[in-house]
Every structure is written in C-alpha cells, then in structure tokens.
C-alpha cells in the first residue's frame, strides 16, 4: 500500500493576505489624500470661522 500525503490547501491563507495587502494599500492612499489636502481645509475652516464673525457683527449693529 502507498500514502498519499494530501498538501494543505492555503486558499483561505492567500485570500486573507491579498485582502489586507489591499486594505492596506486603500488605507495608504487615503492617509496621502488627507495630509495633501490638509491646508485646504485648514483654509476652508479659516474662511468659515471669518465668515461667522462677520454674521455675528451684522446682526450685533
């Protein structure tokens, strides 16, 4: 009689990894977004805070 050593299926294993390495590199890309569009919206929030001071003096007067 001869064994047939079966080998393991990875399947699950590479779809696991193929996943994280995508979410990772999603994640990446979303990081890079936010610092290079960082002082836009610290000029948005900028322009937002000058634009309520100016509300606020109208209705003041």
């Known amino acids: 009689m001869t064994e047939v050593k079966q080998e393991k299926d990875n399947f ?3 779809v696991v990894l193929a996943t994280a ?3 990772g590199a999603i994640l ?3 990081m890079s977004e936010n ?3 960082a ?4 000029q948005l929030a ?3 805070r000058l634009m309520n001071i100016r509300v ?3 209705r003041e007067d």
């Open 35 to 37: 610092e290079k569009f």
């Open 46 to 48: 900028e322009e937002h």
């Open 21 to 23: 390495v995508v979410v």
């Open 12 to 14: 699950v294993l590479y």
């Open 56 to 58: 606020i003096s109208n």
């Open 28 to 30: 990446a890309v979303k």
């Open 39 to 42: 002082p836009i919206k610290d």
